[in-house]
């Protein structure tokens, strides 16, 4: 049997839907990065630990930890990021379909980091033209648009993790930032324009914080969507499980939990260029205003959680320019390039 499927089959084993079921639903809290803050997952630790009072907190429970997941869409202004936020990942591998032969479960999350099989040679998006409605500040106009998008999104992703023999499942969307979501109370406007929901798995996009932050620049909604997708397609895949698991035991704000957020972060960016690519020149979106997306990464500022400037630029260029998924592999690459 391949590591591949040893992963697979550990996951399915490690999963446990009742204990899921109990688990509380942690709030998203302001970390030391309020503008930057990042993505820290799930994982499968052998005992429970008891969460920490950050971003990077995770609940341990047997078979499962839920992480506070906070993400960020790396489009901005100046020295005004739009930045969000992506709070408890949602359970984890489901139960094998009935009615499948022994030995071929569902497929599940691949609790992988650089080996994870969506980061094999050969993975690559297909091109997708996507039908997408003009962009208006109406609730019902963006709803239209960023929903358009999102099938777009799912029309790109679901065959590349098909193809690695992990799950999928669409991500929902809601445009307005105090909808009821299972992750809890919203962080605040000046802490997040746009966040993404592991526990429900949505994507929240509020129109008032977009609309202030990037108005209705079609390439930069694009580009917010397309990372926080990013951090969509990590926990379908299983990366964000495998983070968890890395993260365990490391001290809060250590050098390795820091290096560690900056590759999950990065690797959004380069989903999102995979993306951008993919739909260039098809459909609604034009080369140029692919192009243009891509290159919106560049309104952002150096992080310590993120990357310099430059990296973050360079990842999202990476992902456009790249002929598979494997070019997004940030954690296998030299420390100098995720700082």
């Given amino acids: 049997m391949d590591s591949a499927d040893e992963a697979r089959r550990r996951a399915a084993a ?34 429970p630990i008891p969460p920490r009072n950050s971003p990077f907190a995770v609940v341990g429970v047997l078979g499962l930890v839920l992480g506070l997941v906070l993400a960020v869409a790396m489009v901005g202004r100046g020295v005004s990021p739009v ?45 997708v033209a996507c039908d ?11 709803r239209s648009f960023y929903a358009a998008a999102l099938r777009c999104l799912d029309d790109a992703w679901e065959p590349v993790l098909a193809a690695a023999g992990e799950p999928f499942a669409e991500a929902g969307l809601e445009v307005t930032a105090e909808a009821p979501s299972e992750c809890g109370d919203p962080p605040d406007e000046a802490e997040a324009t746009a966040f993404y929901c592991g526990w429900d798995e949505v994507i929240y996009m509020p129109q008032e914080r977009l609309l202030a932050t990037v108005g209705l620049n079609r390439s930069a909604h694009l580009a917010v ?4 997708y990013g951090h969509h397609v990590q926990l379908l895949s299983g990366i964000m499980y495998a983070l968890g698991e890395e993260l365990t035991g490391v001290e809060e704000g250590a050098p ?19 993306f951008l690519a993919a739909a260039a020149g098809r459909g609604s979106i034009s080369e140029g205003q692919a192009q243009v997306a891509v290159e919106d990464f560049a309104n952002s500022a150096d ?17 456009f320019a790249a002929e598979g998924t494997a070019d997004c592999n940030t954690f296998d690459v030299p420390a100098h390039a995720v700082r």
Avoid: K, M
Wanted: proline share 15%; with cysteine.
């Fill in 14 to 47: 490690s999963y446990d839907p009742a204990r899921v079921a109990d688990l509380p639903v942690s709030q998203w809290r302001p970390g030391p990065h309020p503008v930057y803050t990042t993505p820290v997952v799930v994982a499968a630790p052998q005992a």
């Fill in 132 to 142: 997408l409605p003009g962009i208006g500040s109406g609730d019902a106009e963006l």
């Fill in 303 to 319: 992080s310590d959680t993120h990357g310099t400037l430059a990296n973050q630029i360079a990842w999202a260029r990476a992902g």
């Fill in 225 to 228: 969507l397309a990372h926080e």
């Fill in 256 to 274: 390795a939990e820091l290096e560690l957020t900056r590759r999950t972060e990065l690797q959004a960016n380069c989903f999102a260029g995979l």
């Fill in 83 to 127: 930045v969000g936020v992506a709070v408890p990942a949602s359970p984890g591998p489901a139960d094998p379909v009935p009615g499948l032969p022994p030995g071929d479960p569902e497929p599940v999350p691949v609790i992988e980091l650089g080996t994870n099989p969506l980061l094999a040679e050969g993975r690559a998006l297909p091109a």
